[in-house]
Structure formats: C-alpha cells, structure tokens
C-alpha cells in the first residue's frame, strides 16, 4: 500500500493550522463545508488577477481565455463523475437549485395530477421540498421510503411503494445525518424496470466514494463545490441527455437563448439551455481544480484512508459511556451522529467549540428523520480526506471533558 | 436592586472566573438550579423553537409586575435562561421596555445572543419586551 501523504495534504489547507479559542483546530463539520486547498484558492485568484472576462460571445481575448478556463471545467467534471458528454453537466448555484432545476423543469414537463414520485425518510430538506412544492404546483404525490432502525432504507417497502403511477425516484446516495451508503444500484435498476428516472442526491457521496454515472446509470446526479473542497456557490447538475433535451427550461434570460423576439423566443442547446445569465464561471473553474486536487491524490487512495479513518473513531467513540450511535448499517461511511445519554446536542457542540472542535448539531436539516427517531437532533463528526487519527482522540478527550462538565 | 444593578452584580460573579471551563460550569450550575417549569404551561403556545435547541416562556401579571417563569431543554441555554430571568422578573412593564441588556457582553457569553446562534435565546428576550408592552397596553386601559 502506498503511503497516504496527509502531511503534505494538511499543508494544502492553511486554515488546519489556525488555532481556534486558542486550541488548535480540529475541523470535523467536512459534511457541511470542506475546506478548501491552496491549488484551488489559486486556480480562482488567476482567474480574476489574468483572464477575468464574461464567457462566451466575447470577440476578444480575455472573454476567449476565460470561456475556455470555463468550459475546460466542465470537461473535467464531466470526465470526473463518467459522463457520455460534458452536454450533461449543468453548472447551478448547489446541489439545492440542481433538486430545484429537476422539480421545476422535469416536473413542468413530465408531471401532472395523480403522479407519484417516491423519495426517503432519510432525505435532506433539499431532496423533500422542491417536490412538496410540486405536490403544490402540480398535485403529484409524495411516497417515502422509510428507514429501519439501524439507519438503512426499508428496500422490502420501497418495491412495495414502486406501481405504474411512479413516475420519478428521488434518493440520497450518502445519509448526511446517518452516514449510510444507500443501495443506489439496485434502486436505479429496479426502477428502470418500469421506466422510471432516477434522481441521485450526491452531495455527501462525490467526495468520498467513486462515482460514474454511466456505470451508475442514474438518470440525474447533484451536488456541490464547497463539500468537495471547492468553491461555495457552485454545483452540479449531471443529467441524461435524453431527458435534458425534452426538459422545459427553468429560468429565462441571457446565454440560455438562440433567438428572442416579442413574438417567439428559441432556446439554446445543451447544457446552456438551463444556464440563464452570466454563470459563476470563477467557482466553476474552482470546482474543476478541486476535481484536480483529489485526482492528484487519488480518489481510490482516499476512500481507503477515510475508511480506516471512519472506523477508528466509531471504535473510539464506542467507548465513550452512555453513547448511542445513530446508524449502524453495513454500509456506511464519512460521518458519525452519535448522542451522549444526560447531554443536550447544543450544550456538547457549544463545548466542544471551546476547544476548538467543530462538529455539527441539531437537526441537519432532515427533520423527518430526527421524528423517525424520537429525537431533537444529533452531534455530528464528519471527515475529509485532511483529518487525522489524533483528531480522533482530541475528540474523545473533549467528549469526556463534556462529560466531567455535567458531573 | 435595579436590573442594571442586578446585571452589574452578574457581571462581578463571572469576572472572578478567567478560565472558559469555570465560565460554562457556574453557568450549568445556574442552569441546573433554575425553578423547576409548571408543566401545564409547556405549551406549543409558550414554546420558541430555535434551531438548535428549545425554550418554554410563560409570563404573567402579579400586583402590577410581570413574572416569568421558563425552561430550555439544553442547559448553557437555561443558565442564561436563569441570568434573565433573574434581572427581569418581578419587574414593572416599563422597567423591561427602559433596560438595556448588557451583561451577556460583559460576561463573555456574546456569541450565545447573536441573531446567527439559532438556539431561542434572541426571541426570548424579544418575546419578554413583547409581553411587557401587552400588559403595559393592558394596564392603561
């Protein structure tokens, strides 16, 4: 096994070397918002110091130099996550407006009164919303997928909830609250069965699991920059073509256009079609050097550390008294929610923080999933490709120091 | 003793403490100690949903004076919980809506009423300003 460079790899990130209430940082809340590495900071700053310029249409040399930077990212995305043509690989503001664009356009064109589209309890808001929009909009049905108590999908169900009326799966690849790697295989295949597209939330999964969405054959797959440690402000939206192409467009305005008169408007092709004015095209240029940076280390190679990572500390962690892991399932990675018996979510983060540890608490934005529970929210650890078995123990000793806190 | 004189004496209290450790432990002993909450008023009503953490705020008029009683299910938030309830309790309607709220500042504990730190504090405070101006309103008439 080759070595894993995490030295080299913590040099990267500058703000790991930041001391926080005057401790020295221990960055575990990676599932909200990575860090970000000097490669990719740089990559931006050339851009607005050298070939700054609105893409596309430009005559000159700037707008030429800066539409290829732009352009040559969505190559590199589009080679990332195994897509036939980089056609498929819409630039949005998240892996949020990536949900939103599918529910609005999608939804538009395909959906009526009666529909079903089947999501999981375990969704994020942004994977139950949009759709509760549409049941608004359109009079769709929502059918849930629920999930067992050790934290994995109830798959008996979800064939249960699958009939004719379906006309749309919507999931999460990674729990961000239970960490749990859903078996997102078998769901697209299922589904494919009776002709239904499949809609993968990634945003917890592309940093730290191989993702091909060809291989995958998932009909739609979002995410975002900031937790791959690029830019914030960015995402993707990888679509088939097929279904790009009938999709209705969302948003109007520049770029997303062939032709506009008052009497008849004609939009653009793909990808532009759902781009309307001027892109965040110097976060999209960071996101492609952040796809950069992990190719440079290795993707493969990283999951590999994650997960001896991820198991030493629900190792540590298990021996913590009064702990309760929330998800255990086979399959799971990247992030632990856990509750210490006698202490509130909020109490032990704001602790924590005073020692300069950063986890998350509270609900996560899945709601449902907290009420599946029984509970008012979670704490939450979650790792980069950055972090160390020593932060592990850091962890541990601050968790136990909570604990002495409250006698 | 005023409710400057009573955040004044607060301030004192927690000054005597430099380490963040000490800082947050009188504040759960605080918290710990607070009168316990009547049940029959955990209302949906009473209740302020932060974010991160809860707080049950129940208010009512005793001989011309508001008094409140309330309960946080996290306990750094029902130690400040106590502190304001402490400073503004058997207080007159326009002795809440007078008072400047400093010793939060003073005692290092800023961040935990600030508008970003969704854990029910900040509507608290402005709830008990609300409920001074109802009963001041319903006094005059």
């Known amino acids: 096994m080759i070595k894993y460079p995490i030295e080299a790899i913590r040099k990267d990130f500058p703000i790991l070397s930041r001391p926080v209430n005057g401790r020295p940082l221990v960055y575990f809340d990676n599932g909200a918002t990575s860090q970000t590495p000097t490669q990719v900071v740089k990559a931006m700053e050339k851009v607005y110091l050298e070939i700054n310029s609105n893409i596309h249409r430009g005559v000159h040399t700037l707008s030429n130099l800066c539409t290829e930077a732009f352009e040559d990212a969505r190559k590199k995305v589009a080679k990332y996550i195994g897509a036939a043509s980089e056609k498929e690989v819409i630039f949005t503001r998240g892996t949020t407006e990536a949900i939103n664009l599918v529910a609005q356009s999608f939804g538009e064109t395909f959906l009526g009164k009666d529909d079903e589209i089947i999501i999981s309890a375990m969704e994020h808001h942004s994977n139950i919303v949009p759709w509760q929009l549409l049941q608004k909009r359109a009079g769709i049905t929502l059918r849930i997928i629920p999930v067992n108590d050790d934290g994995s999908l109830d798959m008996e169900e979800f064939y249960n909830l699958l009939n004719p009326k379906t006309k749309l799966v919507a999931v999460t690849h990674l729990s961000n609250v239970l960490g749990t790697i859903n078996p997102v295989e078998e769901i697209i295949e299922a589904a494919h069965n009776i002709n239904v597209p499949v809609l993968i939330d990634g945003a917890q999964a592309i940093q730290h699991l191989p993702v091909d969405v060809q291989k995958l054959d998932c009909d739609f797959y979002a995410f975002s920059g900031h937790k791959l440690y690029g830019p914030t402000g960015i995402g993707i939206l990888y679509g088939k073509e097929k279904w790009l192409n009938q999709m209705e467009p969302w948003q109007g305005g520049g770029e997303m256009i062939q032709s506009v008169s008052f009497e008849k408007t004609t939009f653009n092709e793909l990808p532009y079609k759902f781009e309307a004015g001027t892109p965040d095209y110097v976060a999209a240029i960071g996101i492609g050097a952040a796809m950069d940076y992990i190719r440079s280390i290795g993707l493969d190679i990283i999951s590999e550390y994650e997960a001896e990572l991820y198991q030493y500390a629900f190792d540590r962690l298990s021996s913590i008294e009064g702990m309760q892991f929330y998800g255990t399932a086979e399959k799971r990675t990247s992030l632990i929610s856990f509750l210490i018996k006698g202490i509130h979510p909020f109490d032990a983060g704001t602790l924590l923080d005073k020692m300069g540890i950063a986890v998350r608490t509270g609900h996560h934005c899945a709601q449902p999933l907290m009420d599946r529970f029984n509970i008012p929210g979670t704490i939450r650890a979650s790792f980069g490709l950055y972090n160390t078995k020593k932060e592990v123990d850091a962890l541990v000793d601050g968790l136990t120091k909570v604990k002495q806190l409250f006698g | ?141």
């Open chain 2, 1 to 141: 003793m005023t409710i400057k004189e009573i955040q004044d004496e607060i301030v004192d209290e927690f000054s005597m403490l430099t380490d963040w450790m000490d800082k947050y432990s009188l504040l759960i002993e605080i918290g710990n100690e607070l009168d316990s909450f009547e049940e029959e008023h955990r209302t949906e009503q009473n209740l302020i949903e932060g974010c991160q953490s809860k707080v049950w705020l129940h208010a009512w008029l005793e001989d011309d004076k508001i008094r409140f009683m309330a309960d946080s299910d996290a306990i750094i938030v029902k130690g400040i919980v106590s502190l304001l309830i402490r400073i503004l309790d058997k207080r007159t309607p326009d002795e809440i809506l007078n008072s400047e709220l400093f010793f939060i500042d003073e005692i290092g504990l800023k961040e935990h009423l600030s508008p970003t730190r969704s854990n029910g504090l900040v509507s608290m405070v402005k709830q008990m300003r609300m409920y001074a101006l109802a009963f001041k309103t319903k006094m005059e008439n």
